[in-house]
């Protein structure tokens, strides 16, 4: 009787004894695993421990910094992030991360508030165009969610791409500055079976890049390169940008297609990147490189530049300016068919003026070309000047 009465005070005592070990053992996993310096899943680099000084204890930048360090370094963070999302999905929460988990396996960013920066970016760009006088046309890529709505789930918030792009269009002709609206060709194309965006990232997939291209051409009158004049190779397990905020770990992959021209060959073709004073010249606009990698997206003109120079000699066309996001890394390979240069400016990392460069440039048109989300939500193109 006294050894079942042992047992029983024992037993107790277990759950707390099953805590303490949890919460040590998870202390001691924090202080003496190797810390990570990139998140393969996340694609992104992680904190690391923040500099100690007695400034930055006083005025609280190392709290702020240890809490970053902390959250990023938790013991089997990735689990504990898929945990978290589908545990929210299981309950009702679709879209917890801001990345709603659809049908089709695609993962599709919740839309953009309604309280934006869209009209202040949009006077930007019709100022700068008033300014100049050089042609300027606008392209906004619309939002997956709103062309492929029919795997959205069933509760969901509002995507305001038809008022975006009405009030966008309003501005632009009103200012002369011609607006190439995507929203019919797109959902036409979608239902017609086209898969135009990644069902792991935010960004047109390079059909639907082309679908643009062929809508920007007919606008600028050029005449668009014919599907069948491009080599298209596929690459599997693309993981995106929403796969990597969304925490839905067991998605499937996507493939990444590089369609390339073979009459642009090394000999004609150069690409010049500059960040700040640095200028490195290449013979491709595809850097396959980035293909091994986790994030297979920067293939397309090595990722995110200010200065980014696209020539080839073989092209009949003079010289065209593009002010863009990343949405343009897939298309501009395309324009590099029809004229001789193709410049982008991102204005998130160029900082002189671009009117400096349209005087020096002398480009016969001017494209500025963002996904509608980033235009809505940018902070630097109101410096476009």
Same mark, same amino acid.
């Given at each position: ?127 700068? $165009? =008033?300014? *100049? ?5 606008? #392209? ?5 969610? +709103?062309? &492929? ?72 009158? $050029? =005449?668009? *390169? ?5 080599? #298209? ?5 693309? +993981?995106? &940008? ?72 073989? $092209? =009949? ?69």
């Amino acid at each position: 009787m006294r050894f079942t009465d042992e047992r029983s005070k024992f037993g107790r005592y277990v759950p707390a004894i099953f805590f303490l070990v949890f919460i040590y053992g998870l202390g001691a996993w924090f202080l003496f695993a190797p810390k990570l310096e990139y998140s393969s899943q996340e694609k992104r680099y992680l904190e690391q421990f923040p500099t100690v000084s007695v400034d930055t204890v006083a005025s609280g930048e190392f709290g702020e910094d240890f809490e970053k360090f902390f959250a990023d370094q938790f013991p089997a963070r990735n689990f504990w992030v898929g945990t978290n999302a589908y545990y929210a999905l299981d309950t009702g929460n679709n879209g917890a991360n801001g990345v709603y988990k659809c049908g089709n396996d695609y993962l599709i960013n919740k839309p953009v508030t309604t309280d934006n920066n869209l009209q202040k970016n949009v006077t930007a760009i019709t100022n700068f $165009a =008033k300014a *100049t006088d050089v042609p300027v046309t606008a #392209v906004f890529a619309p939002s997956t969610g +709103y062309v &492929t709505d029919d795997v959205l789930p069933t509760f969901h918030d509002k995507y305001n791409d038809d008022m975006y792009f009405d009030d966008a269009k309003k501005s632009f002709e009103s200012a002369g500055v011609e607006f190439v609206d995507l929203r019919s060709r797109f959902k036409s194309e979608y239902k017609n079976g086209t898969q135009l965006y990644y069902k792991t990232d935010h960004h047109w997939t390079t059909s639907g890049a082309y679908t643009a291209y062929t809508e920007l051409c007919a606008a600028l009158g $050029a =005449k668009p *390169t014919e599907k069948s004049g491009f080599d #298209v190779k596929s690459y599997p397990d693309f +993981y995106g &940008t929403t796969y990597s905020t969304s925490g839905f770990w067991f998605n499937s992959s996507d493939n990444i297609e590089v369609w390339s021209n073979p009459k642009n060959a090394k000999q004609n073709i150069r690409v010049k990147i500059t960040e700040g004073t640095n200028t490195t010249e290449y013979d491709s606009m595809y850097f396959y490189n980035h293909i091994k990698e986790d994030d297979k997206y920067p293939v397309f003109l090595d990722g995110n530049h200010a200065l980014t120079e696209i020539t080839n000699s073989k $092209a =009949k066309g003079g010289t065209i300016l593009l002010i863009k996001d990343s949405f343009s890394h897939s298309l501009a390979p395309f324009l590099a068919d029809n004229y001789s240069k193709v410049i982008l400016v991102d204005m998130r990392y160029y900082k002189l003026s671009v009117s400096e460069l349209v005087k020096k440039e002398k480009p016969e048109q001017i494209i500025v070309l963002y996904g509608i989300d980033n235009i809505a939500t940018d902070t630097d193109i109101v410096w476009l000047s």
